[in-house]
């Protein structure tokens, strides 16, 4: 599921960078675009994670967390690090101000006393004030002397540490202690409003203190931590990582023993659930809907098991599950259960999956990301500004909303901002700068840039009527256009008596290369194919046939109807190169993909869709470039200021002749939209800093270079005794509170004994 969504930053998801161009972009006015406060219909969706009390939740047990596959690095400070970094560091160090449920970084009280802006000028100063009784796992107390070793590993001045990037720690001038090792002093040399983003997750200096312990150490193994769970083991061959309770926490004590992350892959989820491997885990829609089946039938008649999750599913609860989870009815499926064997088998082993996966409970919310179209503005066509507003003003974003979301039962409205998600503090709808969705505005649009319908034609310099007449006119005999004009005739009828044999193969061949990774939309209209450009029909072909059929010999035949309506300019057809994953977990792209290319196909633009691998996609062609229109989502983040700047960035020309594009990979980009972005970093003060922010989407809307569709939707697979675990939305897990309402033995402990 990685693939579908790109890191934001380091300390919360790693970084990339890739070597690549850019293209140009107009800005209109945008006026209106810009008004103070939120917006009145920015709500967040709750999380759902089934909150309880601590005095309700059991002393003990092991937990299974289902995650993608073991981390290459438990550094999230190294360009490889990814979620699974980010979920069990979360786990294991100090994060000073984690996001609170509306996406708002809050102090945590576990490490800091506080923490505040003391001095503004002449220059930025913070004060931190940590908790007494905060301590690393060795009984050290956590203080300046780690402050200082991480920032002189991030500040990027010294290249021997292998970071992924310093945002923020370039701008510190020096760490200071106070009256003790508690107390920190942070002196910036230019203002920074992102300071809370800082030192979180904190390193202990026995990482950051070298450089090899910084690029290799930490890769593997944490020997000091400072959370509530400390790291057991990392197995990679088991695929494994074992947190157990840090007996130095002086924070709530965990209730869980121990937390066990294990490498399960998506696609194989349902399984692990229903085997009891896994009690925690991130599933797409068809998991979700075979908990759904499993619990509706549960008890026969709906009602509760007779002892333990799912024990009263009787048979007919069980073939009628069946039935409705392979799309039949209740009487086809009996029928074929009487007929063959192999349906009973196919009942029982179903029936036994609903017994297990109905002691799981969907927690469902939005994701706090969101998924966007992309639009390459390197070269081709979406280098034009006039193309890429086009095809954004063609989309029906509500639509595309609603497919994804309105089966979940989620809210759908799509995203207004680039910057920020509904929920917010400062979220503002910006849309507005690109406008509506209007297919009119969008044909003239193009037509403003030479595309028109009947453009991919060839042009009239170029047909062989315009060819003759130069000859004729540097003395040439027209013999010689009349004998070739009767050689393309004979050419043309030998073709059209071909046509129809190879009709059949090519509607064949055609849905199998659709099926199998590259087609194009747009080519293969009715009577396209099947008239081609002979203009010989099967009509003509029968006795009797329409008086005034057979235009004169030489007559050029007239281009199909889907033909004259494609858009074109110069000759070429206006055709872009569609990029979809084409694994199992990234169905909802697409079906995504499908509603896009008919959207721009209704108005004269052909797709060419490639189908890639998922392990491919990101790293081969998103950040190489190598696509015109691509689907991934992008993190929410609490700091915008800085982990927004190198996503819109406008990309820079490198030593080498080509451009750094950090990770704008839709190459798009604006000398205005980079200084919004530097003045709202550097101004302290919160309001001002976010009406610049929304003046720097506006802008990112107008350009056209990413269209956010739909905020993902986040659904967790989870045994029904657990709590306060599931769907988070914005909120960071409290890891101290995860457990069960009741002793269990389900799943087996991490050292495999009771």
């Known amino acids: 599921m990685s693939h579908v969504g790109v890191p934001r930053g380091t300390a919360r998801k790693r970084r990339s960078v890739a070597l690549l161009a850019t293209g140009v972009l107009t800005i209109p006015v945008l006026a209106g675009c810009t008004s103070d406060g939120e917006d009145p219909t920015s709500v967040a969706v709750p999380q759902d994670i089934a909150p309880a009390s601590r005095d309700r939740v059991a002393d003990g047990s092991t937990l299974n967390w289902a995650i993608d596959a073991v981390p290459s690095t438990l550094n999230a400070f190294q360009a490889d690090a990814d979620g699974a970094t980010a979920r069990i560091t979360g786990a294991l160090l100090p994060s000073l101000f984690p996001m609170d449920a509306k996406g708002e970084p809050r102090l945590n009280p576990d490490y800091l006393e506080s923490a505040k802006v003391i001095e503004r000028e002449p220059k930025q100063v913070v004060l931190y004030k940590l908790n007494q009784q905060a301590v690393w796992s060795d009984g050290r107390e956590i203080g300046a002397p780690d402050f200082v070793a991480q920032w002189r590993a991030l500040s990027g001045k010294d290249s021997a540490f292998w970071t992924a990037r310093n945002a923020g720690y370039e701008r510190i001038e020096k760490i200071e202690r106070g009256k003790d090792d508690l107390q920190v002093r942070v002196t910036f040399s230019k203002p920074y409003a992102d300071w809370r983003s800082l030192f979180s997750p904190l390193y202990p200096k026995e990482v950051t203190g070298s450089p090899g312990t910084f690029n290799d150490g930490a890769r593997t193994t944490l020997r000091n931590t400072a959370g509530p769970f400390r790291l057991r083991s990392v197995n990679k061959p088991k695929g494994t990582v074992v947190l157990d309770r840090n007996p130095r926490w002086w924070g709530d004590e965990a209730r869980l023993d121990s937390l066990v992350f294990r490498a399960v892959e998506p696609g194989k989820r349902t399984d692990a659930l229903a085997e009891g491997t896994v009690d925690v885990a991130d599933i797409d829609p068809a998991t979700a809907n075979s908990i759904a089946l499993a619990a509706r039938y549960r008890g026969g008649n709906g009602g509760p098991p007779a002892h333990g999750p799912g024990a009263g599913i009787t048979p007919a609860a069980a073939l009628r599950s069946w039935a409705l989870a392979h799309g039949s009815d209740e009487e086809a499926a009996e029928t074929a259960r009487a007929a063959r064997e192999e349906t009973r088998e196919a009942v029982a082993v179903y029936a036994a999956e609903q017994k297990s996966l109905s002691g799981f409970a969907v927690r469902k919310s939005l994701e706090p990301s969101y998924t966007q179209l992309a639009l390459n503005g390197e070269s081709g066509p979406l280098s034009d500004d006039r193309v890429r507003r086009a095809i954004a003003r063609t989309l029906d974003r509500q639509e595309l909303a609603d497919a994804i979301l309105k089966p979940l039962g989620l809210p759908a409205k799509p995203p207004g901002s680039h910057l920020a998600l509904a929920g917010q503090p400062g979220y503002k709808d910006g849309s507005g700068a690109l406008g509506e969705r209007d297919t009119k505005e969008a044909q003239a649009l193009l037509a403003d840039a030479g595309w028109t319908p009947g453009g991919a034609l060839r042009s009239t310099r170029d047909t062989k009527a315009g060819s003759e007449a130069e000859k004729k006119d540097e003395g040439e005999k027209p013999a010689a256009g009349e004998k070739a004009a009767d050689e393309d005739k004979d050419e043309k009828a030998e073709k059209a008596g071909k046509k129809d044999e190879k009709a059949e193969d090519t509607e064949k061949d055609d849905k199998a290369s659709r099926e199998e ?5 747009g080519d293969d209209k009715p009577g396209s194919r099947s008239s081609g450009g002979s203009g010989v029909t099967a009509q003509d072909k029968q006795p009797g046939g329409v008086a ?37 977990g990234s169905q909802s792209l697409r079906t995504v993909g499908e509603k896009i290319v008919a959207m721009l196909d209704s108005i004269g633009i052909s797709t060419q869709v490639t189908k890639v691998a998922d392990d491919s996609y990101f790293k081969d062609h998103i950040a190489s470039g190598d696509y015109d229109l691509a689907l991934y989502s992008w993190p929410a983040t609490a700091y915008p200021a800085t982990d927004g700047r190198p996503i819109f960035a406008k990309p820079e020309p490198a030593t080498d002749g080509s451009l750094l594009v950090a ?38 809307w107008a350009a056209a270079g990413s269209i956010p569709l739909y905020q993902r939707p986040q659904l967790v697979a989870v045994d029904k005794k657990l709590a306060n675990i599931g769907a988070f939305g914005f ?6 509170d995860i457990g069960f309402t009741a002793r269990q033995a389900a799943g087996p402990p991490a050292n495999g004994k009771k």
């Open 548 to 584: 005034g059929a057979y235009a004169p010999a030489g007559t050029a035949a007239p281009a199909p109807a889907a033909v004259r309506s494609r858009l074109g300019k110069d000759g070429k057809p206006l055709s872009l190169r569609f990029v979809l994953p084409s694994g199992p």
């Open 663 to 700: 990770q704008n990979y839709t190459r798009v980009g604006s000398d205005h939209i980079d200084q919004l972005f530097d003045r709202a970093v550097a101004e302290l003060d919160a309001d001002a800093s976010r009406d610049l922010l929304k003046q720097a989407d506006a802008r990112i």
């Open 517 to 521: 990774g590259e087609y194009t939309v």
């Open 731 to 736: 909120a960071a897990p409290r890891y101290q």
